[in-house]
Nanobody, 124 residues
C-alpha cells in the first residue's frame, strides 16, 4: 500500500523560502510520477509540479516556474519541492500524490496515496 507523508511547511514572509518533502513508502516508484498539489482555503486542489521518478524530468505550472524546483532522493524515496520567492498567493495546504507510468497529468483524480498535507502560509 502506497503511503506518502508531506512535511516542511510553515509560516514565512513574502520573498522567503521553504523546502517541502514527500516521503514515499509501500512499493517501488521507479516507473511513477510524483505530483505536488495545493489547496487554498475553500478552493479546489490544484496542480503545482510533478517529477518523473525514473529520470527526474519535471513539469511546473506557469505560476511557479522559476521559483519552485523539484528534486528526488532515490535512496530515501523522497521528493523535495524547493520553494523560493514565496508570495501570499502560494498560501495553501500542499499535498503530494503518485501515479503509475510516465505521463504527467494535472488532475488530482489521476493521483493516489495522498498524505495529510503540510500547511504553507506566506505573510505579506
Amino acid at each position: 500500500q502506497v503511503q506518502l507523508v508531506e512535511s516542511g511547511g510553515g509560516l514565512v514572509q513574502a520573498g522567503g523560502s521553504l523546502m517541502l518533502s514527500c516521503a514515499a513508502s509501500g512499493r517501488s516508484f521507479s516507473n511513477h510520477v510524483m505530483g505536488w498539489f495545493r489547496q487554498p482555503p475553500g478552493k479546489e486542489r490544484d496542480f503545482v509540479a510533478a517529477i518523473r521518478w525514473s529520470e527526474g524530468s519535471t513539469y511546473y505550472v506557469d505560476s511557479v516556474k522559476g521559483r519552485f524546483t523539484l528534486s528526488r532522493d532515490n535512496g530515501r524515496n523522497t521528493v523535495y519541492l524547493q520553494m523560493n520567492s514565496l508570495k501570499p498567493e502560494d498560501t495553501a495546504v500542499y499535498y503530494c500524490g503518485v501515479r503509475p507510468g510516465r505521463a504527467i497529468t494535472t488532475s488530482p483524480r489521476d493521483y493516489a496515496g495522498w498524505g495529510p498535507g503540510t500547511q504553507v502560509t506566506v505573510s505579506s
